[in-house]
C-alpha cells in the first residue's frame, strides 16, 4: 500500500499512543501454566486502507473494503525445550494455511548507564493541544482545557484527566515480561495477512513446546464493519451516525486534528471524546471486556450499544478544522475457555492447566467532513472538477488534502 497513505492514516492513532499511552496491568499467572489471548479485529475506513485494504473498494462505499486484523499472545511459566517453538493450527475459512507461528522475540537488552556515546541532541516539542469532549451541538462548560506541549514534556498534565483503570476485576494480560516464555503473532516469521472474508468460526489448537497444548471451538466470528456517516450542521457541529451492530457492547469515538492538517507541520491541534466525563486515551483504544464496558458505559465514558448518534461540538470543528481524523470502535464480545472448565460452584477449588480468552472489536478511521465517510465519498476536499476546472484531456486531477491521500492511493488522482 501508498507509504504516505498509510503514514497520513496512523498519524491521528500516533499521536493518541504518543501523549497518553497507558499500559495494561501486568499479573504473573500463579495458576494456569500457559495463558493465551486472542484479538480479533475488524477495520474499515482509512483503518482498513493502512491495514492493506483494497483502496478502489473503499472509496466506492457501500462498506466494502473492510480488513480484519488478528494480535495472538502465548505466556508460560515453563522454560521451552530447546529453542521456543509454537503454532496456532487455525480453521481453513481464516485463509492463513494449516497454522501461524507464534515467534518468540529477542529479548531486549538495555544499554549500561554511563557507557561512553555521543551525547542525544533532544528537542523540546512546541505547540497547544485543545481537548473536548461529550456530544453535543456545542461543547460544554469548561472547554476546551488547554494543554502546552512544553510544559507536558515537563511532565506538567493536568490532574484527572486520562482514562485509567477501565479493566474489570479479573482480567489479565500476556507480556513476553510477565512470562517466562512467550510467543507472538504476526511477527517477520509470518508475513501472511487476513482477508476481509476471512473467518475464525471452528476448532482451533495452540502446540508448542514450552506450553500445555490449548484446544477450543470458536462460535463467535470477526464483527461487522462500522460505516461512519456525518452530517455538518449550521451552527458547524458535525452529527455523526453509524450503522448498529448487534454483537457491540458500546461505542466509543475521538477525533483529532488542526486546520493546516494535512499540508504541514500544526503547532496547535485539536483533540475531541465521545466520553462524557473528560476521559482520554488509556485502554480505550484496546479491546476492552464486555464486563468492562458495562462499567464505562455506566460511568458515561462509553457511550451504551443503543445509541448509533453522536454530535461533534461546533467549538471542536471551529479550531480543528472540517478534516479531522475520526476512529469509532465498536467494543464486541469475548469467550473464555479453560482446561479443566471452571466448576460450577466458587467453593470447588480450581487449578487450570491453562486459560484462554478471545475477544472482538470494531474499529473504523475517517475523515469527519466526508458524508459517506467509509467510502470516502463527498463533502471534505473538492477535485478540480467540483470546482468547475476540468484538467487536461488524458490528465487525472490534482489531489488536494487527507481526501487527496486515500485518491492518490487509489490512482484517482495525482
Known amino acids: 500500500m501508498n507509504t504516505v497513505l498509510r503514514r497520513a492514516a496512523l498519524c491521528g492513532t500516533a499521536v493518541f499512543v504518543a501523549l497518553v499511552s497507558i499500559p495494561g496491568a501486568t499479573q504473573q499467572s500463579a495458576g494456569p501454566v500457559a495463558r493465551y489471548t486472542m484479538d480479533a479485529g475488524t477495520m474499515s475506513g482509512m483503518a482498513a486502507m493502512a491495514a ?23 505466556g ?3 522454560a521451552a525445550t530447546g529453542s521456543p517453538s509454537a503454532d496456532h493450527f487455525m480453521p481453513p475459512a481464516a485463509g492463513l494455511g494449516q497454522s501461524v507461528p507464534l515467534e518468540t522475540p529477542v529479548r531486549q537488552v538495555q544499554p549500561t548507564e554511563g557507557m561512553p556515546g555521543p551525547p542525544q ?7 497547544k493541544l485543545y481537548l473536548f469532549w461529550g456530544c453535543g451541538e456545542h461543547a460544554g462548560p469548561g472547554q476546551p482545557v488547554v494543554i502546552d506541549f512544553s510544559k507536558m514534556a515537563k511532565g506538567q498534565i493536568p490532574p484527572g484527566l486520562f482514562a485509567s483503570g477501565v479493566s474489570a476485576p479479573g482480567e489479565w494480560t500476556v507480556t513476553q515480561a510477565n512470562s517466562r516464555t512467550f510467543g507472538e503473532w504476526p511477527n517477520a516469521k509470518s508475513p501472511r495477512s487476513l482477508s476481509g472474508s476471512s473467518s475464525l ?6 502446540s508448542g513446546n514450552y506450553s500445555p497444548d490449548i484446544a477450543f471451538h470458536l462460535d463467535h466470528d470477526f ?9 455538518k450542521q449550521a451552527s458547524g457541529a458535525y452529527g455523526l451516525t453509524w450503522n448498529g451492530l448487534p454483537d457491540a457492547t458500546g461505542y466509543y469515538a475521538w477525533a483529532i486534528g488542526a486546520k493546516d492538517m494535512g499540508r504541514g507541520q500544526a503547532n496547535e491541534m485539536v483533540w475531541w471524546t465521545s466520553s462524557a466525563t473528560k476521559q482520554f486515551g488509556g485502554m480505550l ?14 460511568a458515561k465514558t462509553v457511550m451504551p450499544a443503543s445509541q448509533t448518534s453522536c454530535t461533534v461540538p461546533a467549538e471542536v470543528t471551529q479550531l480543528g478544522g472540517d478534516n479531522m481524523m475520526v476512529q469509532l470502535y465498536g467494543y464486541g464480545p469475548e469467550s473464555n475457555f479453560a482446561y479443566p472448565p471452571r466448576p460450577a460452584s466458587a467453593k470447588t477449588p480450581w487449578h ?5 480468552r478471545v475477544r472482538f472489536r470494531s474499529n473504523a478511521m475517517v475523515l469527519l467532513s466526508m458524508p459517506d465517510m467509509g467510502g470516502f465519498s463527498g463533502g471534505g476536499d473538492e477535485d478540480q472538477s467540483e470546482r468547475g476546472q476540468q484538467p487536461p484531456q488524458g490528465a487525472k486531477p490534482k489531489c488536494h488534502g487527507l481526501k487527496g491521500i486515500a485518491q492518490r492511493a487509489a490512482g484517482l488522482c495525482e
Open 223 to 231: 464483527m461487522a464493519p462500522l460505516q461512519p456517516r456525518s452530517s
Open 52 to 74: 492493506g485494504g483494497n483502496p478502489l473498494a473503499l472509496l466506492r462505499g457501500g462498506g466494502g473494503g473492510a480488513a480484519h486484523q488478528l494480535e495472538l499472545r502465548l
Open 352 to 356: 487450570p492447566e491453562w486459560i484462554a
Open 285 to 298: 483504544a484496546d479491546w476492552l471486556s464486555p464486563a468492562a464496558v458495562a462499567r464505562l458505559v455506566a
Open 201 to 206: 468460526i471452528g476448532d482451533h489448537r495452540i
Open 76 to 78: 508460560s511459566s515453563r
Open 121 to 127: 541532541q533532544r528537542q523540546m516539542p512546541s505547540g
